[in-house]
C-alpha cells in the first residue's frame, strides 16, 4: 500500500522560511517515472502545483513561485523536503504532498497524504 | 495558456448524467487527469489519461478529450459524487503542471 504523510510546523511568522517533510512508504524514491509532488490550497480555494522531483533528481517548480521554492530528496530515508521562504499570511494553506506518475502525454498525481494546515501568522 | 478552465459549479439530479469540462490550450497537446476532492479531505484520482480509472473507482466515472476541452462524465450520478472535481494537466511546456479552478457538483 502507498501512503504519504506530510510533516512540518502548523504556525509560522511572516518571513520565516517553511519547511514541510513528505515520509513515503509502499514505493522508493528510485521508482522510474515516479516523482513527489507538492501542492497546497488555500482555505475555501483551489488546488495549486508547487513542486515535484522524479527519481532522476528532476525538478520542476510552479513559475509564480520558483524563487521561493526548493525541493529536494533523500532516497534512503524515503523523503521529499520543501522549503519556501519568505512567508507571508497569502501562504496559509493545506499542503499536500503526493506521488507522481508521468508518461508521453500525462502526469498525474495518486495517492495524496492527508494534507498539512500551515497558518502563517505574527 | 498554461490555464485550465472549469465551470465553478454543476448541479445534477439523483441518478442522472452529468458532464463537467475543463478547457485549457495544454490539454490540445496533453491528457488531463480528474480528482473529487470531499470536504476536509484529500482529493481523489477517479480518471487519468484518455479514460483510465484507478482500481476502487466506479465504472459510473469516465473521462473523454476533444480539441481543448476534457470531460469528466457522472453516468447515473450518486449521492456520495456530491464534491468538488479538478481537472489536471501538464501544462503548454510540457515541463510543470497546471490544476483547474474546480467544480463543486450538487446531487440533487
Known amino acids: 500500500q502507498v501512503t504519504l504523510k506530510e510533516s512540518g510546523p502548523v504556525l509560522v511568522k511572516p518571513t520565516e522560511t517553511l519547511t514541510l517533510t513528505c515520509t513515503v512508504s509502499?514505493?522508493?524514491?528510485?521508482?522510474?517515472?515516479?516523482?513527489v509532488s507538492w501542492i497546497r490550497q488555500p482555505p475555501g480555494k483551489a488546488l495549486e502545483w508547487l513542486a515535484h522531483?522524479?527519481?532522476?533528481?528532476?525538478?520542476s517548480y510552479s513559475t509564480s513561485l520558483k524563487s521561493r521554492l526548493t525541493i529536494s530528496k533523500d532516497t534512503s530515508k524515503s523523503q521529499v523536503v520543501l522549503t519556501m521562504t519568505n512567508m507571508d499570511p497569502v501562504d496559509t494553506a493545506t499542503y499536500y504532498c503526493a506521488r507522481i506518475q508521468t508518461q508521453w502525454l500525462l502526469r498525474w498525481f495518486d495517492p495524496w497524504g492527508q494534507g498539512t494546515l500551515v497558518t502563517v501568522s505574527s | 495558456s498554461s490555464e485550465l478552465t472549469q465551470d465553478p459549479a454543476v448541479s445534477v439530479a439523483l441518478g442522472q448524467t452529468v458532464r463537467i469540462t475543463c478547457q485549457g490550450d495544454s490539454l490540445r497537446s496533453y491528457y488531463a487527469s480528474w480528482y473529487q476532492q470531499k470536504p476536509g479531505q484529500a482529493p481523489v484520482l477517479v480518471i487519468y489519461?484518455?479514460?483510465n480509472r484507478p482500481s476502487g473507482i466506479p465504472d459510473r466515472f469516465s473521462g473523454s478529450s476533444s480539441g481543448n476541452t476534457a470531460s469528466l462524465t457522472i453516468t447515473g450520478a450518486q449521492a456520495e459524487d456530491e464534491a468538488d472535481y479538478y481537472c489536471n494537466s501538464r501544462d503548454s511546456s510540457g515541463n510543470l503542471v497546471v490544476f483547474g479552478g474546480g467544480t463543486k457538483l450538487t446531487v440533487l
Open positions: 522531483i522524479f527519481s532522476n533528481d528532476e525538478k
Open positions: 489519461g484518455k479514460n
Open positions: 509502499g514505493f522508493s524514491l528510485s521508482n522510474a517515472r515516479m516523482g
